[in-house]
């Protein structure tokens, strides 16, 4: 990589570069570089020991401390019932995977989209109108009204008449019917005289 010439060099601003000429370093303040060493804490420490003391016993490990172990295998045999249970899913598996398409019928799906009739949209209108009417109704429009409560005694012919008719409910209800007597009822079928007879055949 070659190094750049003067004029591909930035350039710097005549006041900065007056500036910098002219700097005096003199009006500089001193400053005392302070250096300070933290010392740790008596935890730190404590944790640095635990830490290396960690490592030290797992690099120092003797693996002649351990036991041997068998590993022992269990196979367990399915029961019956698993049995079944795997000849079942595997045979729905296989009926799956042969199943012939080509037996399924061809069906079109037709997508219908039902308009209401013209009662229905008339309905909606009404029923959309009354909840409009209610929701926007002008409270101010109604008159005040005082409920006066009236409780009208009735005339003395009224309370004649309520008499007669509890009277006559009560004469119904207890009527005893033994107290009539018993009478036959006799059938008549009288014939026309001659009179009737030459009359209504002059008629």
């Known amino acids: 990589m070659s190094s750049p010439t003067l004029n591909e060099l930035p350039k710097?601003?005549?006041?900065?570069?007056?500036?910098?000429?002219g700097f005096d370093p003199s009006n500089m303040k001193r400053a005392v570089t302070q250096e300070k060493s933290v010392l740790p804490t008596a935890a730190d420490v404590k944790q640095e020991r635990q830490h290396n003391n960690l490592i030290q016993d797992v690099e120092n490990f003797s693996t002649d401390r351990l036991k041997r172990a068998a590993t022992q295998e269990k196979i367990v045999l399915p029961n019956a019932q698993d049995v079944a249970t795997e000849k079942t899913q595997k045979a729905l598996i296989e009926g799956v995977e042969a199943f012939d398409s080509s037996k399924l019928k061809h069906t079109e799906t037709q997508e219908k989209n039902l308009l209401p009739n013209k009662d229905v949209v008339q309905q909606e209108k009404a029923h959309q109108s009354l909840l409009n009417g209610v929701e926007h109704f002008d409270k101010s429009s109604m008159k005040h009204a005082e409920t006066q409560e009236k409780n009208p005694l009735p005339d003395p012919a009224a309370i004649e008449q309520e008499k007669g008719q509890q009277q006559l409910i009560a004469g119904i209800e207890n009527f005893n019917p033994k107290s009539l007597k018993h009478?036959?009822?006799?059938?008549?079928?009288?014939?026309?005289?001659?009179e009737a007879i030459a009359?209504?055949?002059g008629a």
Request: a neutral charge.
């Open 12 to 21: 710097v601003a005549v006041d900065l570069k007056s500036q910098l000429e």
């Open 199 to 201: 009359q209504e055949k």
């Open 183 to 194: 009478t036959e009822t006799k059938e008549k079928n009288p014939l026309p005289t001659k």
